[in-house]
Nanobody
Framework: QVQLVESGGGSVQAGGSLRLSCAASGYNVRSSYMAWFRQAPGKEREGVSGIDTSGGPSYADSVKGRFTISRDNAKNTLYLQMTNLKPEDTAVYYC??????????????????WGQGTQVTVSS
């Protein structure tokens, strides 16, 4: 059974930083494509960043240059380092994984496994 458990969310002021973690069990984080999504109140879930099996990252334009996705294969954990946070980054952040693909578009429908989400709140 695949489980993805996010942690690291919280409340910060604009300009601050947070690091989100996604601990995987029943799933090898380097075996297939993984991503971070977020959903703000009243908005649709959107893809934030993804990482392919070779470690190649991709980012939404809104976070490029501020967020960094990475993984620790030994810890079987995915990370999202978020810096220079803005109030518009406020959302519930979700870790997601594809059952079997080295890369794909960061669209909800492509991902079969999801974490429960962690809240990130950025105040101005």
């Amino acid at each position: 059974q695949v489980q993805l458990v996010e942690s690291g969310g919280g409340s910060v002021q604009a300009g601050g930083s947070l690091r989100l973690s996604c601990a995987a069990s029943g799933y090898n984080v380097r075996s297939s494509y993984m991503a971070w999504f977020r959903q703000a109140p009243g908005k649709e879930r959107e893809g934030v960043s993804g990482i392919d099996t070779s470690g190649g990252p991709s980012y939404a334009d809104s976070v490029k240059g501020r967020f960094t996705i990475s993984r620790d294969n030994a810890k079987n954990t995915l990370y999202l380092q978020m810096t220079n946070l803005k109030p518009e980054d406020t959302a519930v952040y979700y870790c997601a994984a594809v059952r079997s693909a080295w890369s794909c578009e960061i669209l909800e429908t492509n991902f079969q496994y999801w974490g429960q989400g962690t809240q990130v709140t950025v105040s101005s």
